[in-house]
């Protein structure tokens, strides 16, 4: 039990911490604005510039309403104080907004109105083994009622909690779903087959989930515009494209519009598919296709090269018998969560992404743009011809004889901002040779064009005056009006079905499986991109488990200090024992006594074992006792100290500001 002298020299600290507290705030009140200092390492309570910038923004007032069953989370410390830094930011946004965000925290009770609202709105709970439950959800609405939930605000995602609720407000604020303009010679999109019924060919698993959560413009091959209203521009392992359509792809972007890009060195879906899969229009590679672009920005997708990886390589099947037919490959990685960015919201909750023959993204010395990576290899990689992903490859003989990593991580998916030139500098691509092209707006349907018959057309396809002069009207840009922001990968078969997902039939309807995050990274980064320059701005904040490292050390030295006597004392205690033990065994058998000598020795023995134990138990009450005194000076510290540090710092302001001001 705590004496009363701890008592006091903790009471008497609080009292005073207490009384401090009220003078700052008082003193801060009188200043005439509010003052908040965020002493946390990473500034997990501190608003960033994005978030501030978006909330200003807001015209349309917004409805948050924050379901949090405070007392019922009490038992589990972590979720309480988890909940009320949900509340504290959403206090925080509510006062940064002026008023456009209206701002209601309910604790539903079992069984009451509040409760049921918070069911409709589709909030989950959790449930305590007692049967109670907890509500941690966020129903956000406007004016129109329009509505978007955060069902149950996960604890793993504390690290993302501005992005999270930055991003749902965002979304109501937007109003509507992105558009997305999808341009791909994948078979991505469900079609009828010839003598079936529609949708007889299911498409891609990915295509499904695309177009559940955003509205899909599907650009055809010979595409001579791009829809108006277009948010996101999404180019998976494209046809080869003319400077008509390059031209729209740079001036879509320089103009504000975002981009997700995936190309491809080496296609395995475009070869290693039994024929009669795959539309003949698919390229093996598209890693050159925006070249033109990409030399104005600065950056590459090594040509002709895929990146090999022993510690990454996934485990497959070659066809044989027994554990030798299973085998590290080495251009299909596995990539893990330690090799993905741990701090971006694309990638902070993602674990595994399945690759397959996957190139290598570069910068240039020169290039203007800041590159962030969001996936890389291991430092156990190389870069190897593209032809090594076609087949089966002799993958022990590789491993032996060709296999040289050469200690380099090898970007496969990065971000990429900064403001860049036009690859157009001169103005909109005019005819050059004769010939008709496609006017604007007419779209060629080319799904079994032949590729040298595709590859013709779009060299010589050139751009009539039409589309020059409404590309003109437009307003050409030479150089970007603000940063650009895109996501460019290096692969394109990550998002075949084989790859990441089982596709089941159960009862008549199709269930996709993922067996892998790679539908999940395509989501986030349209996601992502699809809002504000705050949101794509926001990076998560790393919540550690920080212990009381000055304690530790301070209660680990005087621990040192103490057992080191308390381990000499049991070891001298154990010995006299020994010794007692023996004299007291060689007591007489039969009524036999000892001789007085021996007796006064015994005596003696046991006289110091009780004079020992009392020596430890004085060595334990000290080590408890010092420990003691530790935290009585931390916490006079922390509770006293620090307070009045505040309270002086504010006096001196106050007094400054009056000097400023010229008063007495």
Do not use: C
Not at 255 to 281: C, H, T, W, Y
Not at 355 to 361: N, R
Not at 468 to 475: I, R, V
């Amino acid at each position: 039990m705590m004496s009363l002298k701890s008592r006091t020299a903790i009471g008497v600290p609080i009292l005073l911490a207490v009384v401090l507290f009220f003078a700052f705030n008082a003193i801060v009140e009188r200043l005439g604005g509010r003052a908040t200092v965020d002493l946390t390492e990473d500034g997990l309570f501190t608003i960033s510039d994005s978030t501030k910038t978006l909330l200003a923004s807001l015209d349309q007032p917004i409805e948050v309403t924050f379901y949090f069953s405070e007392d019922a989370a009490r038992a589990y410390p972590q979720l309480f104080a988890y909940g009320r830094r949900v509340r504290d930011m959403l206090k925080a946004y509510a006062e940064l907004a002026d008023g456009k965000i209206r701002l209601t925290i309910l604790d539903p009770e079992p069984f009451s109105k509040e409760e049921d609202e918070a069911m409709g709105a589709g909030l989950k709970s959790f449930t305590t083994p007692e049967g109670r439950k907890i509500y941690l959800g966020l129903v956000v609405r406007d004016m129109t009622d329009r509505e978007a939930v955060i069902p149950f605000f996960d604890p793993q995602r504390e690290d993302l909690l501005e992005y999270d609720l930055t991003k749902i407000v965002n979304n109501v604020a937007l109003g509507r779903r992105a558009t997305v303009a999808l341009l791909t010679s994948l078979p991505m999109k469900p079609k009828g087959l010839p003598g079936f019924s529609e949708n007889s060919d299911p498409g891609w698993a990915i295509y499904d989930q695309l177009r559940q959560f955003f509205t899909i413009e599907d650009l055809a091959p010979g595409f001579r515009k791009i829809p108006k209203g277009t948010d996101i521009l999404v180019i998976i392992h494209p046809p080869k494209l003319d400077d008509t359509q390059l031209y729209l792809i740079d001036q879509f972007i320089l103009k504000g519009g975002r981009a997700v890009i995936f190309l491809d060195p080496f296609s395995e879906a475009s070869v290693n598919r039994p024929s009669g899969q795959m539309p003949r229009l698919v390229p093996i590679a598209s890693d050159t296709a925006l070249a033109k672009l990409f030399a104005a920005w600065g950056v590459e997708i090594v040509p002709e090269k895929i990146v090999a990886d022993r510690a990454l390589a996934q485990r497959v099947t070659t066809g044989g018998i027994g554990p030798d037919a299973i085998k590290n490959y080495p251009v299909w990685l596995r990539v893990d969560h330690a090799h993905m960015a741990a701090d971006d919201p694309i990638t902070a909750n993602l674990q595994t992404i399945n690759l397959a023959s996957v190139g290598a993204i570069r910068l240039k010395k020169d290039s203007p743009l800041k590159k962030e990576i969001l996936l890389h290899s291991s430092s156990d990689s190389t870069l190897a011809d593209a032809s090594l992903g076609r087949g089966i490859p002799d993958i022990d003989s590789y491993w032996r004889d060709e296999f040289q990593p050469d200690s380099e991580s090898y970007a496969l998916v990065v971000r990429l901002d900064g403001i860049v030139d036009s690859a157009f500098p001169a103005g909109p691509p005019y005819a050059q040779e004769e010939g008709e092209a496609a006017k604007p707006g007419e779209e060629k349907e080319s799904d079994e064009m032949d590729p040298a018959a595709q590859d013709k057309s779009a060299d010589e396809s050139t751009p009539d005056d039409k589309t020059a002069e409404k590309a003109a009207e437009s307003g050409h840009l030479a150089r970007a009006s603000g940063p650009i922001h895109v996501v460019l990968g290096a692969d394109s078969d990550l998002f075949d079905d084989r790859f990441w997902v089982q596709v089941q039939n159960v009862l008549g309807r199709r269930v996709s499986v993922p067996m892998a995050d790679n539908g999940a990274l395509l989501l986030n980064a349209i996601d992502n991109l699809a809002g504000s320059e705050a949101l794509i701005g926001l990076r998560g904040r790393r919540v550690k488990d920080r212990p009381f490292v000055v304690v530790e050390n301070l209660r680990r030295q005087a621990e040192a200090r103490l057992l080191e006597e308390e381990r000499r004392l049991e070891e001298e205690l154990d010995r006299t024992q020994e010794r007692l033990d023996r004299l007291e065994s060689q007591k007489p058998t039969g009524g036999g006594v000892l001789s007085p000598e021996q007796e006064q020795e015994i005596e003696r023995f046991r006289a110091r074992v009780l004079e020992i134990r009392q020596q430890l138990r004085a060595v334990q009450h000290e080590l408890v006792a010092d420990i003691e005194r530790l935290k009585i000076r931390l916490a006079v510290i922390n509770i006293l100290l620090v307070p009045a540090l505040l309270v002086a710092f504010a006096l001196i302001a106050a007094i400054l500001r009056r000097r400023r001001q010229g008063a007495p």
